[in-house]
Antibody
Framework: EVQLVESGGGLVQPGGSLRLSCAAS????????MSWVRQAPGKGLEWVAN????????NYVDSVKGRFTISRDNAKNSLYLQMNSLRAEDTAVYYC??????????????????WGQGTLVTVSS | DIQMTQSPSSLSASVGDRVTITCRAS??????VNWYQQKLGKAPKLLIS???SLQSGVPSRFSGSGSGTDFTLTISSLQPEDFATYYC?????????FGQGTKVEIK
């Protein structure tokens, strides 16, 4: 059974740092792209970052570039999100999600097929 | 970035109703659209990928269609467990972007 379990959320002051972790099990972690997706209270979903299977490629939404760093440890089946210079607008539930996909001819389709339960990050003084 | 605009933002419907949610992309994205269902306090659940491919285990009353800029999620006969918020998402380019959500409520 695929499981993704996030941890590391909590209350942090503006300008502070926090490191989120996501422990994966039930699948071969090293063969999938992984993403972080967040949801501010009462708001919609926002993709934050993703990372390639071997960690060689990383992508970020503009609002977190230079402040957040996504990483992974395939030996530990774990995904991380280091968040620095946190702002009030970063307050959200952070989900890790497996990014699966398939190719049909020249087209490759990607989707988030499994999600963790989320961890709440609150940035407030 | 590609903007995804859903309509309506919310709707009220009765059990047994046919429900249609639309999603419009700010530019053509072929069929690179996924649909998710999210219930209160829970993680999103993938319903449909590649605009129309139903995920394993998802009831056949859910269907998706569209290509280019206009996409549709249809629930053919609304069931009590379908009351939730639905999101479209494009996977054509980075950054991945979601629609703002459509909340389906009980009439």
């Amino acid at each position: 059974e695929v499981q993704l379990v996030e941890s590391g959320g909590g209350l942090v002051q503006p300008g502070g740092s926090l490191r989120l972790s996501c422990a994966a099990s039930g699948f071969t972690f090293s063969t999938y792209w992984m993403s972080w997706v967040r949801q501010a209270p009462g708001k919609g979903l926002e993709w934050v970052a993703n990372i390639k299977q071997d960690g060689s490629e990383k992508n970020y939404v503009d609002s977190v570039k230079g402040r957040f760093t996504i990483s992974r440890d395939n030996a530990k089946n774990s995904l991380y999100l280091q968040m620095n210079s946190l702002r009030a607008e970063d307050t959200a539930v952070y989900y890790c999600a497996r990014e699966n996909g398939y190719c049909s001819g020249p087209r490759c389709y990607f989707y988030f097929d499994f999600w963790g339960q989320g961890t709440l990050v609150t940035v407030s003084s | 970035d590609i903007q995804m605009t859903q309509s309506p933002s919310s709707l009220s419907a009765s059990v047994g109703d046919r429900v249609t949610i639309t999603c419009r992309a700010s530019r053509s994205i072929d069929s690179y659209v996924n649909w998710y269902q999210q219930k209160l306090g829970k993680a999103p659940k993938l319903l449909i990928s590649a605009a129309s491919s139903l995920q394993s285990g998802v009831p056949s009353r859910f269907s998706g269609s569209g290509s280019g800029t206009d996409f549709t999620l249809t629930i053919s006969s609304l069931q009590p467990e379908d009351f939730a918020t639905y999101y479209c998402q494009q996977s054509h380019i980075i950054p991945r972007t979601f629609g703002q959500g459509t909340k389906v409520e009980i009439k």
